[in-house]
């Protein structure tokens, strides 16, 4: 037993060493964060090394379907421009889901802003060869968002494009049964794949409309569904999970690690709270999504709802479905979204 009005001195020295040991550990850890967060920022300005010559001609290949965060490593391994400096220049214009997919002619060491100039004109088509008009669908887009841009883009009105998807003209075996929750519209959304479209002078809206659906039919053969039945969803389920990875995800990396949250919701009964359902179920918000904008009545809105959405939120790339029926093996119920 100790006597408590002595001082015992080792027990004094001990202390002084633990606490000594202590300030180095923070200090490693307070200059290596520094040092870190330093070589982010410089990232972030285009500190980063940059060793080109300029004005050499390069050949770029944009796939249909790439996230806008490959697109700037793809340029930029090119010697186009600097990932940074691109990732500026297309968030100060507000067009990252604007860029196209295609062929380009560039050179290297290019003005950023001139490059995003080019990914908005799009570049060739890929493997078609096709040198005239074309319509670029972009993952994440809603069916109104598509319907909206053809109308613009083609010589067919967005109304004539409206009546023929909503009556029956365009056929999918990917289509739900008709329900009185959603719309004959709505029941198109996520079934008209992401990429860039040939516009033939003789297409018609039920010709442009359908090779977009078969289109998607056509990448779905690829996806390997060995696991759906372990997973408990249906194929359509699975589109409408592959659509909230989509517009969650900011990297590859990311869509099996979101996936598996999405499906340890599903498996232990809680809600999805997904702000991206918030946001469709709207239509668009002003910045962040508030806590106002969560109490909105639709059942798209899994605040308040149990379970999936009734259809996809948006287009999906073949990825986001490779991560819906094959998600990362884990026990996470959350995931933070963060920006680079």
Do not use: C
């Not at 080109?52 to 944009?62: L, R």
């Not at 400096?85 to 196209?100: K, M, P, T, Y």
């Not at 659906?213 to 039945?229: G, P």
């Not at 918000?285 to 379970?307: C, H, I, M, Q």
């Amino acid at each position: 037993m100790t006597d408590q009005g002595t001082t015992n001195p080792a027990t004094g020295s001990g202390r002084r060493k633990y606490l000594w040991v202590l300030y180095v550990a923070l200090g490693a850890i307070v200059f290596f964060g520094l040092l870190l967060g330093a070589r982010y920022a410089a990232s972030l300005v285009g500190g980063d090394a940059w060793d080109v010559v300029a004005g050499q001609p390069v050949e770029v290949v944009i796939e249909p379907g790439t996230p806008a965060r490959t697109i700037y490593i793809v340029l930029n391994d090119a010697g186009v421009a600097r990932a940074s400096e691109i990732r500026s220049a297309v968030r100060s214009a507000g067009v990252e889901d604007q860029l196209q997919s295609g062929v380009y002619t560039l050179t290297t060491d290019m003005d950023p802003e001139e490059v995003v100039r080019q990914l908005l004109l799009g570049g060739t088509a890929i493997d078609t060869g096709f040198d005239g008009e074309t319509f670029t669908v972009i993952e994440g887009w809603t069916v109104d968002r598509i319907l909206k841009e053809l109308g613009k883009q083609t010589s067919f009105s967005e109304p004539d494009y409206r009546v023929t998807l909503a009556g029956g003209a365009v056929t999918s075996p990917l289509l739900p049964d008709p329900s009185g929750t959603i719309s004959n519209l709505a029941r198109w959304e996520g079934l008209l794949f992401p990429a860039k479209y040939p516009i033939p002078e003789d297409a018609t809206p039920v010709t442009i409309l359908q090779r977009m659906s078969d289109e998607m039919v056509r990448r779905l053969d690829a996806v390997d569904w060995s696991r759906i039945d372990e997973l408990g969803v249906s194929r359509y389920e699975a589109i409408i999970i592959a659509s909230l990875v989509q517009r969650e995800a900011g990297t590859d990396a990311d869509r099996p690690l979101i996936s598996s949250v999405i499906h340890n919701r599903l498996g232990a009964g809680m809600r999805l709270q997904i702000d991206a359902t918030v946001v469709y179920a709207i239509g668009e918000v002003n910045g962040r999504v508030t806590a106002e904008d969560l109490k909105v009545a639709s059942p798209y809105n899994t605040y308040r709802v149990n379970g999936l959405p009734p259809t996809p939120i948006g287009t999906v790339q073949a990825i986001s479905v490779d991560a819906a029926v094959d998600p990362a093996e884990t026990d996470y119920y959350f995931y933070v979204l963060a920006s680079e």
